[in-house]
């Protein structure tokens, strides 16, 4: 029996027909959802894009050859347990393997979730002595996890710590909360980004412009107000928000709301996400689109992270080929004789 199975049943929003098959999704992929995102999905239709990102499907138990279980390749760059090392001037620090909602298509779902919570006393010492020992490092992302689901004694406790490296300018947050858990922004977890000494930046994860919610304003309304500068991360998602008009919201709600889109991330090659995955090239023709009617804030750069490590590639669509510039200065030059 899993609790969150029968918690989504009583509430409606999966069929107690479908429990056994989703049991079985529930013990390979953790299972999790909060009330506000349970608040916003729409009980008559099976498409609802909240449901689709939150609550599991049996699609999920279809797992592709090419599929891995580190499609990123985390733990090849991992000197030490919870640090991740790719980028010479910065690094991943994943201080807890909780989230408050597993998104179905997430990257790292062999990581997240599960018994392994927190990182141990010694775990986040030899992780900040990693930081302290490579004067290279000049931004440190705390993810995860989800940064934000701690405590704010032991936010503190990190953020006190990493104050005390002098090489380290940059503090980048990757959280979900400002999404799925808004009330957890509260004065406190502000005025303990706002006192760092280090410059503390935001980036907060968003899909669906449904997911921009009068409690959303609130929680970003109070972090820009503590001057913490608010980015974004978007998947694009098959089925969910895979086209012009659902992107275009999006982007210009968060704008709205002072939130700058950075990165749309094309789907990783995690296990049991296929149904979730488009071609690049459908990627490509919606960002040619948007280019075109979006404004120059709102575009986010479309990214992807190569299989094994090899880091993030853009997917910007080429617009310039050699010589194309210079043809059309050649013909603007005709026809003005
Ligand atoms: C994505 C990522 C970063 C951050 O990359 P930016 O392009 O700076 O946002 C850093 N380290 C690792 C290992 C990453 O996967
Ligand atoms: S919040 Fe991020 S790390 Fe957590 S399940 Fe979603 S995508 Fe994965």
Redesign the pocket.
């Known amino acids: 029996m899993n609790k969150q199975i029968n918690h989504l049943i009583k509430q409606n929003i999966i069929a107690s027909g479908d429990k056994r098959e989703l049991e079985k999704v529930a013990n390979q992929f953790s299972v999790a959802i909060t009330d506000e995102m349970i608040a916003l999905i729409d009980q008559n239709d099976p498409d609802d894009p909240i449901r689709k990102q939150f609550t599991p499907s049996k699609e999920e138990l279809n797992i592709t050859a090419e599929e891995r279980e580190d499609p990123?390749?985390?733990h090849t760059?991992e000197p030490v347990k919870g640090i991740?090392?790719?980028?010479p001037d910065?690094?991943?620090l994943k201080p807890l393997h909780t989230c408050p909602v597993y998104c179905r298509f997430c990257f790292r779902r062999e990581d997240v979730g599960g018994d392994t919570k927190l990182m141990s006393p010694k775990e986040l010492d030899d992780a900040i002595n990693y930081i302290q020992n490579h004067d290279e490092i000049w931004?440190v992302?705390l993810t995860g996890g989800d940064p934000l689901l701690l405590s704010p004694r032991r936010l503190k406790k990190i953020l006190d710590r990493l104050d005390n490296i002098a090489h380290v300018k940059i503090i980048?947050i990757h959280s979900k909360v400002p999404i799925v858990d808004p009330k957890r922004i509260t004065n406190e977890v502000c005025n303990l980004l706002k006192s760092s000494s280090k410059t503390v930046w935001l980036?907060i994860h968003a899909n669906h412009p449904k997911e921009i919610t009068p409690a959303f304003k609130a929680a970003t309304d109070l972090l820009s107000d503590s001057g913490i500068p608010l980015i974004s991360q978007t998947v694009l998602l098959k089925g969910i928000n895979d086209n012009v008009q659902t992107l275009d919201l999006l982007f210009r709600k968060l704008v709205e709301h002072k939130v700058k889109p950075?990165?749309l991330h094309h789907p990783d090659l995690a296990k049991g996400t296929s149904h979730f995955r488009l071609p690049i090239e459908e990627g490509q023709d919606l960002m040619k689109t948007l280019h075109t009617q979006l404004s120059g804030i709102c575009k986010p750069t479309y990214?992807y992270?190569i299989p094994g490590?090899f880091?993030?590639m853009p997917l910007t669509p080429t617009y310039y080929k050699t010589g194309e510039i210079e043809d059309i200065h050649g013909d603007i030059h005709d026809v003005k004789g």
Request: proline share 0%; glycine share 14%; charged share 30%.
């Open positions: 990123i390749g985390d760059f991740t090392h790719r980028y910065r690094v991943l931004e992302i980048r980036a950075y990165y990214v992270d490590g880091g993030k």
